[in-house]
């Protein structure tokens, strides 16, 4: 489901530290997608949310919030496991129907 929300969005990008990387044009908090109100989602992005929302749901929700975090400040934005599954199998629009569990570890 696509929650839109400028007040989240923003909320995020503080909490996140993410306005060094652009901000956020969309974000995955379980079982949300969550956008700006003027935000266009193309089936790309969307696809990429919910590989998030797969792995959220195979590392029960919070642990996947405390491990990304974690590496988010260890790592940095674009080194995260779950960022880089997400954004090398965004375009397969099949990927999902297609990946293994926990296949963000390879990553």
Known sequence: ?????DLLIKFFTFI???KRYGGIKALTFY???ITSKNEYLDKRTINHERIH??????LLIIPFYIWYLI???RVGYHNISF???????DHDFNYISNRK???FLKY
């Open 83 to 89: 960022e880089k599954e997400a954004y090398q199998n």
């Open 101 to 103: 569990p926990f296949a």
């Open 16 to 18: 996140l530290s993410m």
């Open 53 to 58: 929302l797969r792995q959220q749901r195979e």
């Open 31 to 33: 079982p949300f997608i």
């Open 71 to 73: 590496a988010l400040y």
């Open 1 to 5: 489901m696509i929650l839109r929300s």
